[in-house]
């Protein structure tokens, strides 16, 4: 057993964790930032490094003070609401949204490239027979995860990358950047759209893979912790310096490109590449695609056999759920991408108040095992939720016509920072400080 990591399994595995979070969210969304942006491209870079980045950072923190898995953290707070509130959020990460949506925006971008078209479904079903088959490749062995992610597809995404950003940087579409296309402060703007990301859940689920990677390396239990924060801070430190990249990619467009997000990449690397351009978008997307599919699959996998195994060992087991994740991912798949981000989106949204709450709690709390903090902090997950759960309500009222949005959508209103969909935040420090204040009286 050794206490430490070797240098180039620390890379390795950083650049693992970096293209799980990577994904094809923030291969799209920091070129549409960096467009939008234009001349306030640093405040907005700082928002988004904030909210996008240090955020998630927090997941791992958080996991390495708490010293255990998202399930465990939660769980000490509420054991009932906590295994509810994770059962959901992995629910929702894995095979109705996240890893769906990855195969369906892998597809849509080869649609895209090559123009073709057809009224068959047996073009898509092939795609996504072969994407879930190697995708259970890489799931099949949890220990092997994180160096099959960091040896395999990490190089293929960083080259791609990398090119883009310096062809870009060498050889802008335009030699100006033009005004931000909105109004609102930079910096809180940036702050929003990285927040955005979820990317906090994502760390706090794929910290198990991490964790799984160290303990295979041979680290001993007490190092694994702080192994864990290495890594977490190679790769999430490799993510800061590609959004940085990206945005500048898209902001060197100079507005002359009026499209968005993946067309929006797919024409400025068109642009910059010629025709080679489609080739290069295709390889990136489903690179990027298939990594946070095969991050989201596993770590999902991991914590519903932590949820279930002691129902039945033989039946709930990781390399079953991964076989059941990968099978409704397909099936969720077939449907439009659109449709997958406007029913099952607000869910994930919903989800993610809560996970920062149980975050910050373990990150900055000294003792986090107190009792009077502990239950301070159930309350406060508990409240985050109730304030996600009345938003999601608006959503969907909306949605589908339902006719409760004015009710709910004037008690969201009421709320301070209702306008930036930051309503739990004040909310739920209220109701830890009032909790705590109040228990401390009776509970040393």
């Given at each position: 057993?050794?206490?430490?990591?070797?240098?180039?399994?620390?890379?390795?595995?950083?650049?693992?964790?970096?293209?799980?979070?990577?994904?094809?969210?923030?291969?799209?969304?920091?070129?549409?930032?960096?467009?939008?942006?234009?001349?306030?491209?640093?405040?907005?870079?700082?928002?988004?490094?904030?909210?996008?980045?240090?955020?998630?950072?927090?997941?791992?923190?958080?996991?390495?003070?708490?010293?255990?898995?998202?399930?465990?953290?939660?769980?000490?707070?509420?054991?009932?609401?906590?295994?509810?509130?994770?059962?959901?959020?992995?629910?929702?990460?894995?095979?109705?949204?996240?890893?769906?949506?990855?195969?369906?925006?892998?597809?849509?971008?080869?649609?895209?490239?090559?123009?073709?078209?057809?009224?068959?479904?047996?073009?898509?079903?092939?795609?996504?027979?072969?994407?879930?088959?190697?995708?259970?490749?890489?799931?099949?062995?949890?220990?092997?995860?994180?160096?099959?992610?960091?040896?395999?597809?990490?190089?293929?995404?960083?080259?791609?990358?990398?090119?883009?950003?310096?062809?870009?940087?060498?050889?802008?579409?335009?030699?100006?950047?033009?005004?931000?296309?909105?109004?609102?402060?930079?910096?809180?703007?940036?702050?929003?759209?990285?927040?955005?990301?979820?990317?906090?859940?994502?760390?706090?689920?794929?910290?198990?893979?991490?964790?799984?990677?160290?303990?295979?390396?041979?680290?001993?239990?007490?190092?694994?912790?702080?192994?864990?924060?290495?890594?977490?801070?190679?790769?999430?430190?490799?993510?800061?310096?590609?959004?940085?990249?990206?945005?500048?990619?898209?902001?060197?467009?100079?507005?002359?490109?009026?499209?968005?997000?993946?067309?929006?990449?797919?024409?400025?690397?068109?642009?910059l590449w010629g025709n080679a351009g489609g080739i290069i978008f295709n390889v990136?997307?489903?690179?990027?695609?298939?990594?946070?599919?095969?991050?989201?699959?596993?770590?999902?996998?991991?914590?519903?056999?932590?949820?279930?195994?002691?129902?039945?060992?033989?039946?709930?087991?990781?390399?079953?759920?991964?076989?059941?994740?990968?099978?409704?991912?397909?099936?969720?798949?077939?449907?439009?991408?659109?449709?997958?981000?406007?029913?099952?989106?607000?869910?994930?949204?919903?989800?993610?108040?809560?996970?920062?709450?149980?975050?910050?709690?373990?990150?900055?709390?000294?003792?986090?095992?107190?009792?009077?903090?502990?239950?301070?902090?159930?309350?406060?997950?508990?409240?985050?939720?109730?304030?996600?759960?009345?938003?999601?309500?608006?959503?969907?009222?909306?949605?589908?016509?339902?006719?409760?949005?004015?009710?709910?959508?004037?008690?969201?209103?009421?709320?301070?920072?209702?306008?930036?969909?930051?309503?739990?935040?004040?909310?739920?420090?209220?109701?830890?400080?009032?909790?705590?204040?109040?228990?401390?009286?009776?509970?040393?």
């Amino acid at each position: 057993m050794r206490k430490t990591l070797g240098l180039k399994e620390l890379l390795v595995m950083g650049g693992a964790l970096f293209s799980m979070h990577f994904g094809a969210a923030c291969m799209l969304f920091p070129v549409q930032w960096g467009k939008d942006a234009g001349s306030a491209l640093w405040p907005v870079f700082a928002g988004v490094l904030l909210s996008g980045v240090i955020l998630p950072y927090s997941g791992y923190l958080a996991l390495a003070r708490g010293d255990g898995t998202f399930l465990e953290l939660t769980r000490r707070l509420s054991p009932g609401f906590g295994t509810f509130f994770v059962a959901l959020t992995i629910f929702v990460i894995g095979p109705l949204y996240m890893v769906p949506r990855m195969s369906a925006a892998a597809w849509a971008g080869i649609v895209q490239i090559t123009g073709f078209e057809t009224d068959s479904m047996l073009p898509v079903i092939l795609f996504s027979v072969i994407y879930y088959l190697i995708t259970y490749w890489f799931v099949v062995n949890p220990g092997e995860v994180v160096n099959k992610i960091g040896k395999i597809l990490f190089p293929i995404l960083i080259v791609v990358v990398t090119a883009v950003i310096v062809k870009s940087l060498a050889s802008p579409i335009s030699d100006t950047w033009a005004a931000p296309s909105f109004d609102q402060d930079p910096v809180i703007y940036g702050f929003l759209e990285g927040y955005a990301t979820a990317d906090l859940q994502c760390a706090l689920l794929f910290g198990i893979i991490v964790i799984q990677g160290i303990r295979s390396a041979g680290i001993e239990e007490k190092d694994v912790n702080s192994s864990l924060i290495k890594v977490g801070f190679i790769g999430l430190g490799l993510l800061a310096v590609t959004i940085l990249g990206h945005m500048i990619a898209g902001a060197n467009t100079g507005g002359t490109i009026d499209l968005t997000l993946s067309a929006l990449y797919t024409e400025m690397v068109r642009v910059l590449w010629g025709n080679a351009g489609g080739i290069i978008f295709n390889v990136a997307l489903v690179t990027a695609a298939l990594t946070t599919a095969v991050g989201a699959v596993s770590s999902t996998s991991e914590i519903w056999e932590e949820i279930l195994s002691d129902k039945n060992p033989g039946f709930f087991t990781y390399r079953n759920f991964c076989i059941v994740s990968c099978v409704l991912s397909a099936i969720v798949s077939f449907a439009d991408l659109d449709t997958i981000v406007k029913v099952i989106g607000p869910v994930l949204d919903a989800c993610y108040p809560p996970a920062i709450v149980i975050a910050l709690y373990y990150c900055l709390c000294r003792r986090n095992g107190d009792a009077p903090g502990r239950v301070a902090a159930k309350w406060s997950v508990i409240g985050a939720f109730i304030i996600s759960a009345i938003q999601l309500i608006v959503r969907y009222s909306d949605m589908f016509g339902l006719g409760w949005d004015d009710f709910f959508t004037d008690l969201y209103n009421r709320l301070p920072l209702a306008g930036y969909s930051l309503a739990w935040l004040p909310v739920s420090i209220l109701i830890y400080v009032i909790v705590k204040v109040k228990l401390k009286k009776f509970i040393p």
